[in-house]
């Protein structure tokens, strides 16, 4: 029944805290517990010091939801990671015992953070759609030379930049749906969201099919329908797959990817900012 000190990814206005924001009765800012700061593979992690202290959020569970709560915790947070710990905590009304998420194993692999936890700063959610916008406007032609032999140049820049999209959204269904290794699984959870679905409905209107590079068996064909939003990721997903096993044999499908980078960048920069604005706001 105690309630959990947040310090990184639960924070109110992080992705994550969707996760926690329907069970909680009370929000209490401007908290502190001692300890230090550390960053691993992008994740905040707390290491109990009596050396330093670290900012962050007591947030208090409705009593009949706090089990509930906590398992959505579990859910997104692998034990490879962190583990519990009770600590006392300092609010603006006095001193409160509080779980709170712990670093493991932190002798490996973390660094001091160059700045404050800011999930809309990550540059996975910021410059990497700068740059795909730019790559777009840019290399958008299928042949730029205009010679007697195909210029792979701007098929190559549409290759980078649809992979570094993919990792902006694996960033960002990690954060929001898992922390574990299952990455199709984590992605799938996106469909479940209904903004997702709406954006992707008024977003494409084309229908298309591929096959897996591997296996191009009839019943193995990824169809792209906005009435089908779990098949449509897929869809979009495969592209990216292909992409990385058949190399410059893709020009053929320049245009699809094309189509592709520019409706999923589209519908997940806008999804990205409508779960920021929801986490920003008050319960």
């Known amino acids: 029944m105690l309630p959990i000190f947040a310090y990184g990814v639960f924070c109110p206005g992080e992705i994550a805290y969707l996760r926690l924001k329907p069970y909680l009765k009370k929000l209490e800012r401007g908290c502190q517990c001692a300890g230090e700061l550390l960053i691993r593979d992008g994740l905040t992690l707390l290491k ?18 706090a089990g509930r709560a906590y398992f959505s915790i579990v859910e997104l947070e692998p034990d490879k990671q962190y583990k519990w710990e009770t600590i006392d905590v300092k609010t603006p009304s ?5 779980n709170v998420l712990v670093g493991v194993n932190l002798r490996n692999g973390c660094s001091l953070p160059d700045r404050p936890f800011v999930g809309r700063e990550d540059p996975l959610f910021k410059e990497s759609f700068q740059l795909i916008e730019e790559i777009l406007s840019k290399y958008s032609d299928r042949n730029p030379s205009k010679g007697t032999h195909p210029d792979f140049r701007n098929l190559l820049y549409l290759q980078m930049a649809y992979m570094l999209l993919w990792s902006s959204i694996e960033r960002y269904a990690t954060l929001r749906y898992s922390l574990g290794d299952d990455v199709m699984a984590k992605i799938l959870q996106i469909t479940k969201d209904p903004f997702f679905v709406q954006i992707l409905q008024s977003s494409v209107s084309r229908t298309d099919k ?27 997903y495969q592209v990216r797959c292909n992409i990385s096993h058949r190399g410059k044999a893709a020009f053929d499908d320049f245009d699809r990817l094309k189509n592709s980078l520019s409706e999923v960048s589209n519908i997940f920069k806008k999804t990205l900012e409508n779960a920021f604005q929801e986490s920003a706001t008050e319960p």
């Open 48 to 65: 109990p010091s009596a050396n330093g202290s670290v900012d962050g959020d007591l947030l208090h569970f409705l009593p009949e939801k």
């Open 94 to 98: 006095g001193s409160q015992k509080a």
């Open 210 to 236: 591929l096959f897996p590079m591997n296996d191009p068996s009839a019943d193995k064909a990824l169809k792209l329908n906005k009435d089908n939003p779990r098949g449509s990721l897929k869809y979009y």
